[in-house]
């Protein structure tokens, strides 16, 4: 069945440091691939998404882009601030045989915690 | 737009007691989604529902688990006899077209504690 793995955690860096949250996939068909965060105690929020191979998703000044060669979709941000502590939860969704919706299934998750 | 609401956000439920939990999706989504969050873990998929209709419950445990989404009112996860195992953050999420590229959004989550 699909999969996602995402880089083990947690994750500490100081505020101004380069993020990368490494993500890889299995899927039988042709997912569509999110990345999600979740602040403590609250639901998840979309943070980008992308639909098809070689789209770049961002918002934020986090970016990432679906690789179909690699079955990764890594999320980097050039310059993290103390804010962006939080769980990061790498997605795909469910197309495949035809049928497709939007079921999602998530990696572990990773802790991302920034020092000022 | 009022967001996915979720109530409660806290329930306690000692074993053996039934457990009721209620979504309901932004205004215009007529696709619901439950997933469930056990501690240290991330979400796992238990059911897809449209309007009146089960489309995929295959995350959910064959016993005791039962879901709905009425014609009118929110969509209930129902949990029936819980153990302590189903100690857990149930999610719930909703999207307007359900397709796979669709954005889902989610509520604040409802933790499940079962003493």
């Known amino acids: 069945g699909d999969s996602v793995t995402q880089m083990e955690g947690p994750v500490t860096l100081s505020e101004e440091a380069f993020l990368t949250i490494n993500c890889t996939y299995t899927a039988t068909g042709y997912p569509s691939l999110f990345w999600y965060v979740q602040y403590p105690g609250e639901g998840l929020q979309l943070l980008l998404k992308a639909t098809k191979a070689d789209d770049k998703g961002s918002n934020k000044g986090f970016e990432a882009t679906y690789r179909k060669e690699t079955t990764s979709f890594h999320l980097e941000k050039g310059s993290v601030q103390v804010s962006d502590s939080a769980v990061y939860f790498c997605a795909l969704s469910f197309n495949a045989g035809g049928t497709s919706y939007g079921k999602l299934t998530f990696g572990q998750g990773t802790i991302l915690t920034v020092h000022p | 737009n009022a967001g996915v609401m979720q109530n409660p956000r806290h329930l306690v439920r000692r074993r053996g007691q039934e457990a009721r939990l209620r979504c309901s999706p932004m205004?215009?989504?007529?696709?619901v989604y439950w997933y469930r969050q056990l501690p240290e873990e991330g979400l796992k998929f238990m059911v897809y529902l449209q309007k009146e209709n089960i489309i995929d419950e295959s995350g959910m445990p064959k016993e005791r688990f039962s879901a709905e989404f009425p014609k009118e009112g929110p969509s209930i996860l129902r949990i029936q006899q819980v153990v302590r195992g189903d100690s857990a953050a149930y999610f719930c999420?909703?999207?307007?077209?359900?397709?796979?590229?669709?954005?889902?959004?989610f509520g604040p989550g409802t933790r499940l504690t079962v003493l």
């Open positions: 999420a909703s999207s307007p077209l359900g397709t796979h590229t669709d954005t889902q959004y």
């Open positions: 205004k215009g989504h007529s696709h």
